[in-house]
């Protein structure tokens, strides 16, 4: 079994699908009849900042257990409203070894939660 501290991010800053003049984004160009905005990808350096963390509790899965049953645990755990699917979710896995992940929205790229891995009930080899 595996054993993951759930910490829930509280995140500044936006998205580039949120870009907008009014945010001064240097990304986005006023149109020519000054009415809408366009969006320029190549300029757009905006993104989501970590501000705080809060641990918020622990789930335990398997050690084969796929983005999905992650997914359920948190949703079992009350950490995660019922109804989410999984195609409202991203798992990033950065070092590719289970560790740390993080949890976004899929739609947004906006984080919302850290999984720790913190210990097992056995060693591995």
């Known amino acids: 079994m595996i054993h993951y501290k759930v910490t829930s991010l509280d995140v500044w800053g936006h998205g580039s699908h949120e870009c907008s003049i009014s945010y001064d984004c240097p ?3 006023k149109g020519d009849e000054g009415e809408h905005e366009e969006h320029d990808e190549n300029v757009c350096d905006c993104h989501y900042d970590v501000n705080d963390w809060y641990a918020i509790g622990t789930i335990t899965i398997d050690e084969e257990t796929s983005d999905a049953g992650i997914l359920a645990a948190l949703i079992e755990a009350g950490f995660v409203r019922e109804g989410i ?6 798992f990033d ?3 590719c070894d289970g ?4 949890i976004e929205e899929a739609n947004t790229g906006r984080p919302v939660f850290d ?3 913190v210990g ?3 060693d591995h080899v």
């Open 120 to 122: 097992e009930d056995h």
């Open 85 to 90: 699917t999984m195609a409202q979710v991203a």
């Open 99 to 102: 560790w740390n992940i993080r």
């Open 93 to 95: 896995d950065p070092s």
């Open 115 to 117: 999984l720790q891995r």
């Open 27 to 29: 990304c986005m160009i």
